[in-house]
């Protein structure tokens, strides 16, 4: 291909000059001042096809990026730097290039510029790819939802490849038997609807190639490709002509694909396979992840509920609403209650069930609203009435993450409260002391070698045996006793020669604490100030805290348990003589010896684990056991308390009690109970034991009478007789059993003996020897079909129940009206003759009718009167209700309303109720004091309203939920006022926005069409 010349008369001389630049590899142009091509190179015309283009200016260069190009060219000089990145359209394709350029002089154009391209399409494309991948690995590892991922993916795809092409992500389900649409942010929905669940074969499109082949498909025109004859038309009909997919691969295994379907025929670029193919392997790497984390989950529930049930403490799951998930046994058996379901129960079921503990309930539930409420940790200690006796728990709460519910946990600190009531007391008493304290202040002056008291003040002094009338002017040898004369006078002294002395003493038989500093003039010691207090009563109680710690140490020595002090290492520092009687060590061997010579191997992991959470201030309970000196094993009940100082844990105070025997007979208890067989058959759920191969092997009367199955038929047989074609989903259940699975009220369908279908809800259980080994498997199965039944009536029941929820709304909005009479009812005693007050509170009287007239006929839909109206009127009206509640705060109003605005259609009562709504919560978020401001004008088709207070503004995550039913940033707020405010306006075609600024203030703003 030759040179392109724009201008064939150009000058001899100028078009040998330029001659030089086809010998340049690059791709080079040469343009005028005013960005008019002058010449291509051969380089440059191969690279944008000059022979084939008339170019005028630069039509392969898109407008925003010319105006860069001709910038760049006008303000820099000839530079070595490269510019950055434009996209240029060549031969039908984008490519991205930089360039640089230098300045030339030509006879015919004078100044004219040199431009030399790089393509950096390769690098680019590369780039943007590693982008896409670091964007989605990051998402994956943030922990986003598998949808989330997909949908991001397909999205980013699309934006990077900038042509005419959807993307879609498709999995195989469990059966291996259809494809489901997992992602597919911009496909049709129709054609998404028509894809989703069809039937998987070796050759379905695109995908079933890829599927089967674990290779790329790439089908070209889907008009003559043969794979596509079934939905031929259906695709072509929504204008997609070419697929290509990649299969998503996990453990060598093809769980779906990820596919482009393009608008027109088209062979995919080398570029286009490697994105197709990448975000394939992305796709299965969040695949992979999503599944992880499920099997985590479902693992980490199983041991929750375990864990709950092993310990002492109290523990309650309760949902978002307040309803209650499930407890542990510790409150079962505190209240008696083995047996019962607190699951969806609420605490007004409670009460009616357990009333004697009603003060109970009525404390969870407080401490639940509260944690819901503030969504942080709350604390509460709340009594419970057990076997005729009020114990007390602490209990703690914790928001569970992803709005899931709360969790409470209560220990018992019945006894600790009552040490704590008793410290109160010595607290109490210890004030009191104080208070009968009485301070003594003396000043004294040097007098030759002695000292003159020259002033003595305070109640004190007659605790002393001493008097102010015969101490002022006179010399401590005049006032006080001779054994005390040197004594005092050495303080004196040195405090005289500028010391501070602080100090305990005592005079005539009482103790005191005294502080004599030196008083200066001139910076010369003139007098000493002394100040004492009576502390005698302090002695008394530091000798009762003496012999308190006797008592303490006496108790620790002799107490049976063992009885140690750990530092934040775990080392053992202090024990009592019980712990070298349990372990068989001695105390000092004890002393810095790591645990694990003591505790069993399979305990470690829990001892550090409770070490770790005592040291962070938590109180642990837990059992363990361990291997005393003389090798025999040894069980214990430990309980691990942080000992504090300074506000922080500075140890670990522990107390272990042998409980060795209590497991033995534990273990007693659970060979007797195979004693208890014979009471299965007084149970009214259906029993049966089987082998691991499913053959029944015993069956109670209650399988009797649910199945139709006598013992003799049965004993023998397979579960398949009562199971039939879903035998599958009972293995099912009992693989997952094996798997540890909890498999407790599985709801399934059985059949009966003649024939018809049984609802049942199943609990499974292995039934194990004394090993551990499973022996065979018991079923315990209970027929729910009338339970079902019943439920399916109580779902409808509690649709129409819906409608009682709007009384919440109608309250709020009546309260309004009632606020503003009540209001005007207090300035009329105060302001008689103001009629027009009295008109206000008829309209308010209205509008209350109104209101109500509005929730009585909701089965009726009434028709909403509309009317052309003013809306500076409205406001005014409102402004005069809402200005009572803003009087009593010392807020103004300050209406500003445009000059000239066109009248609406609306209905003015319910205007009226949103800008009253508005206002209220305006003033209610203020403190007292302060503006609310109110503007209008006309903007864009619309009577703009906008509504500014500075109160305590909103936090940006709460924003969002605003207008949503029940929610509120008010603590007793229900969060109706705004949701009914946004129906009025949407009804009125308008808008109600929110902008809010946390701290600082919120704007309403109100958008009315306006009548044209």
């Known amino acids: 291909m030759r040179s392109y010349y724009r201008m064939l008369s150009m000058d001899i001389e100028d078009k040998k000059d330029l001659l030089f630049f086809d010998y340049i590899p690059a791709v080079t142009a040469v343009i005028k001042k005013n960005g008019e091509i002058i010449y ?36 820099e000089q000839s530079t070595e730097r490269n510019s ?56 994956i590892l943030k922990g986003g939802s598998l949808s989330f991922v997909l949908n991001k993916l397909s999205l980013l795809v699309e934006e990077l490849l900038h042509k005419q092409l959807h993307t879609g992500v498709m999995f195989l389900d469990e059966a291996k038997e259809h494809l489901h649409v997992a992602a597919s942010p911009t496909l049709p929905r129709s054609f998404i609807n028509r894809i989703n669940g069809v039937k998987y074969t070796p050759t379905l499109g695109s995908c079933g190639p890829a599927i089967f082949t674990n290779k790329m498909a790439i089908c070209t025109d889907i008009a003559t490709d043969r794979n596509w004859e079934s939905s031929r038309d259906m695709a072509l009909e929504h204008g997609i002509h070419s697929s290509w997919s990649f299969p998503i691969i996990i453990d060598n295994e093809s769980i779906g694909t990820f596919s482009m379907y393009h608008s027109k025929p088209y062979s995919p670029t080398k570029f286009e396979r490697e994105v197709l193919e990448t975000c394939s392997y992305i796709i299965g790497l969040a695949v992979e992840r999503d599944r992880r984390k499920k099997v985590a989950e479902s693992y980490a529930e199983q041991t929750l509920g375990t864990l709950s049930n092993s310990i002492k403490d109290i523990v309650i799951f309760k949902d978002q609403t307040g309803n209650w998930v499930e407890t542990n046994h510790a409150l079962k058996k505190n209240i008696r209650a083995e047996g019962y379901c607190f699951s ?12 004697e503990n009603k003060p109970f309930f009525l404390g969870i539930k407080n401490l639940t609203d509260d944690t819901l409420h503030s969504k942080q940790t709350c604390r509460k200690e709340i009594s419970i009435k057990s076997q005729g006796r009020n114990f007390i728990y602490d209990f703690k709460t914790a928001p569970l993450p992803h709005k899931k519910g709360v969790l409470l946990i209560g220990r018992d600190v019945t006894e600790k409260t009552k040490i704590k009531e008793e410290l109160e007391t010595t607290k109490m008493e210890l004030e009191n002391t104080l208070k009968l304290q009485k301070a003594i202040t003396c000043k004294f002056e040097k007098s030759g070698d002695t000292f003159k008291v020259t002033m003595a003040k305070g109640d004190g002094l007659y605790n002393f045996g001493l008097d102010e009338t015969k101490m002022v002017n006179r010399t401590l040898e005049e006032i006080f006793p001779a054994n005390k004369i040197v004594q005092i006078k050495e303080y004196l002294d040195k405090v005289w020669a500028g010391e501070e002395i602080l100090g305990e003493d005592d005079l005539n038989g009482v103790y005191f604490i005294a502080s004599i500093k030196p008083s200066y003039k001139n910076n010369m010691v003139t007098e000493i100030i002394l100040s004492a207090m009576d502390i005698t009563g302090f002695k008394a109680i ?34 009592n003589k019980a712990s070298g009687k349990i372990t068989g060590y001695k105390v000092r061997e004890l002393q810095n010896m790591p645990f694990q010579n003591y505790v069993k191997k399979e305990y470690h992991e829990s001892t550090i684990y409770h070490l770790r959470k005592a040291i962070d201030g938590i109180p642990q309970r837990y059992e363990t056991s361990l291997i005393t000196k003389s090798g025999e094993s040894c069980y214990l009940s ?89 035998k599958y989903k009972f293995n099912k259940y009992v693989k997952s059993m094996f798997e540890g699975k909890r498999m407790s009220d599985c709801e399934t ?38 339970r079902k039944k019943t439920e399916d009536l109580l779902r409808k029941a509690e649709q129409l129940a819906m409608i009682g929820q709007l009384a919440a709304g109608v309250a709020h909005e009546i309260r309004n009206p009632l606020t503003s009479l009540n209001g005007f009812l207090q300035l009329i005693n105060e302001m008689l003759g103001k009629n027009e007050y009295i008109a206000v509170m008829r309209d308010e009287l209205k509008r209350i009718e109104f209101i109500t007239n509005e929730f009585l006929s909701l089965a009726k839909p009434q028709v909403k009167l509309f009317q052309k109206k003013d809306i500076s009127l409205i406001i005014d009206g409102v402004v005069k209700i809402a200005g009572i509640q803003a009087v009593i705060k010392n807020i103004v109003i300050t209406p500003e309303y445009a000059s000239v605005l066109p009248l609406i259609e609306c209905d003015e009562n319910q205007l009226k109720q949103v800008f009253l709504n508005i206002l209220k919560n305006a003033i209610e978020s203020m403190g007292s004091g302060g503006q609310i401001h109110i503007y209008t004008k006309v903007s864009k088709g619309f009577v703009q309203i906008n509504v500014i207070d500075y109160g305590c503004g909103i936090p940006e995550e709460r924003l969002k939920h605003l207008g949503e039913p029940f929610y509120s940033t008010k603590e007793k707020g229900t969060g109706l006022g705004l949701m009914i405010s946004k129906k009025i306006i949407t009804e009125h075609k308008g808008q109600l926005l929110i902008n809010s600024t946390e701290g600082i203030g919120t704007t309403i703003t109100v958008l009315l069409p306006y009548i044209q």
Request: hydrophobic share 35%; net charge neutral.
């Open 638 to 726: 430990v309980t691990k308390i942080p000992v504090i100082e300074n506000g922080n844990v500075s140890g670990v105070f522990g107390i272990a009690k042998d409980i060795t025997n209590e497991k033995k007979i534990v273990e007693e208890l659970k060979n007797t109970k195979e004693q208890l067989e014979s009471f299965i058959e007084n149970t009214s759920d259906a029993i049966i034991i089987m082998d691991l191969r499913g053959t029944i092997l015993k069956v109670n009367y209650a399988f009797e009478r649910t199945f139709g199955w006598s013992k003799t038929e049965a004993k023998g047989q397979n579960i398949e007789i009562i199971q039939q074609e879903r």
């Open 749 to 786: 369908v059985c059949c009966h003996k003649l024939g018809h279908s049984l609802e049942i809800s199943l609990t499974l259980g292995a039934i194990r020897d004394k090993k551990g080994n499973v022996i065979a498997l018991s079923s315990i199965m209970r027929d729910i079909t009338d």
């Open 84 to 139: 950055r990145e434009i996209q240029v359209r060549v031969s039908g394709e984008n490519r991205w290039v930089t360039f640089k350029h230098s300045s030339i002089k030509f006879k015919q154009y004078g100044d004219c510029h040199i431009l030399t391209f790089f393509d950096v399409t390769s690098y680019k494309e590369t780039y943007s790819l590693l982008n896409i991948k670091k964007k989605t690995i990051k998402m």
């Open 40 to 75: 291509f190179n051969k380089r440059a015309a191969e690279f944008f096809d000059a022979e084939n283009n008339d170019f005028q200016g630069f039509p392969f260069v898109n407008e925003k990026d010319e105006e860069y190009l001709l910038s760049w060219i006008r303000t």
């Open 344 to 355: 969806g129960k609420s605490e007004e079921e409670l009460i009616a069930t357990f009333p």
């Open 542 to 575: 530091e000798n009762k805290l003496k012999e308190s710690r006797r008592r303490y140490q006496s108790l620790v020595k002799n107490s049976p348990d063992a009885i140690y002090y750990q530092n934040l290492d775990g080392e053992i520092l202090e024990a």
